[in-house]
């Protein structure tokens, strides 16, 4: 699904899913629009502008990941600021990208995402990763071991630690010497485990247990 309120972007970047093979569900130029629209054809990736005529993506993205829990938010906006990407990611959007990105760039990092793989513009990565280590350093955040929490495999537990230093699910594989689906298949398995919804709720939880050190 694609929500811009620009209608020539909007059908710009539709036509370029298509031509790639994706089936596009729906498009929206209005947030409070594309919540229920989205409610109803159910994405599986939704690529989100920024700036909304009515609300912002931001809000969007609370909607959406409340109707649709499991649904994967790519933002595809002109506005590079850490506190918009910071709103962004903290609202539960996978990734973020500026719009200046290349074509086949985009292309990659919505296949990406529909795998559950945080996408950023390069730059941004960084600056979510430091923004979860700041919070994780602040006060009542639990960085040992803790016994109530849902066991993981030695197996899960390094895959974790590697999702927490910002290595790509490609890296993860080549490091461990496993096979891409067999990475994913750990990432998804912890997912589950520790009730989370996707990567970047992953590497959160890493970093805030000292699992990136």
């Known amino acids: 699904m694609v929500v811009d309120d620009h209608p020539m972007w909007r059908e710009g970047v539709a036509r370029d899913l298509t031509e790639a093979g994706y ?58 600021e850490q506190q918009s990407v910071l709103d962004a990611v903290k609202a ?6 500026i719009k200046s990105t290349a ?20 730059g941004l990565a960084g600056l979510v990763l430091g923004e979860y280590r700041r919070l994780a350093a602040g006060p009542g955040v639990v960085t040992g071991s803790d016994p109530g929490a849902p066991q993981l495999t030695d197996r899960e537990t390094e895959v974790l630690r590697l999702v927490a230093k910002g ?7 080549q490091r461990l010497g496993l096979a891409h689906r067999t990475v994913q298949n750990h990432v998804q398995n912890t997912l589950g485990k520790l009730q989370l919804h996707n990567r970047v709720e992953l590497t959160r939880y890493a970093i805030e247990r000292g699992l990136d050190d």
Do not use: C, N
Not at 38 to 55: G, K, N, T
Not at 167 to 173: H, M, P, R, T, V
């Open 103 to 122: 074509p086949a760039e985009f292309l990659d990092a919505v296949r990406r995402t529909a795998a559950g793989e945080p996408v950023f513009t390069p």
């Open 167 to 173: 290595l790509s699910y490609k890296q993860i594989a």
């Open 23 to 80: 089936l596009v569900v729906a498009t929206s130029g209005e947030g409070q629009q594309a919540i229920r629209v989205a409610a109803a054809a159910r994405p599986d990736v939704v690529v989100l502008d920024l700036q909304l005529p009515d609300i912002s993506g931001v809000e969007v993205v609370r909607g959406l990941r409340a109707a649709l829990p499991e649904v994967r938010v790519l933002m595809l906006s002109a506005s590079g």
């Open 92 to 97: 539960g959007a996978t990734g973020y990208l």
